[in-house]
């Protein structure tokens, strides 16, 4: 009779190393998704709103691109007008303030990395998909048309990092 051992499993704590702990002693700079047992999956805080001041252009966009604006007005998407706005430069390019997205201990605060990742997939996806939007209003029988094919880098760039972080 032969006997394999069959390998051992890494401790939990090792995989899951804040999983006992109080979440509301965790640094900005852990993974808003990390796992405890008092939040299991679910973030273990509440998902930040607002980004620095040196992200006024993305906030004032995603208060602006709305179909209807939280004061009822109508946003950008309801004129058609998010894509020629960005494209006319309104947005600059924040890539490099991605970086001082930083928390008290030094390291990048992930829960403000997440907002501003957010903030530009949301953008993204709006820029993107603003002719559709268009082409149905105006045609219901001609389908959806194309979308945008490429994004700019004002919105690319950002995005990708803060994917990368």
């Known amino acids: 009779m032969s006997h394999t051992l069959e390998p051992a499993l890494p401790p ?19 993974d808003p998704f990390t796992i405890t047992t008092c939040t299991g999956f679910l973030p273990f805080k509440h998902p930040q709103i607002t980004l620095p001041a040196t992200f006024a252009p993305l906030t004032k966009l995603a208060d602006d691109f709305p179909i209807v604006k939280a004061d009822g007005t109508p946003g950008l998407l309801a004129t058609y007008q998010l894509g020629p706005l ?29 907002a501003a990742f957010r ?6 996806s709006a820029y993107l998909l603003e002719p559709c939007w268009e082409q149905w209003n105006k045609d219901r029988e001609g389908g959806y048309g194309l ?19």
């Not at 979308?147 to 972080?165: H, N, S, W």
């Open 12 to 30: 939990l704590s090792s995989i899951f190393p804040h999983m006992h702990d109080n979440p509301s002693t965790l640094p900005a700079s852990v």
């Open 86 to 114: 960005i494209d006319s430069g309104v947005l600059p390019d924040l890539t490099a303030n991605i970086d001082n997205l930083v928390a008290e201990d030094g390291k990048p605060d992930l829960a403000a990395v997440t």
């Open 119 to 124: 903030d530009y997939a949301f953008l993204a």
């Open 147 to 165: 979308g945008r094919q490429t994004l700019p880098k004002e919105i690319a760039g950002p995005l990708v990092k803060t994917a990368d972080l």
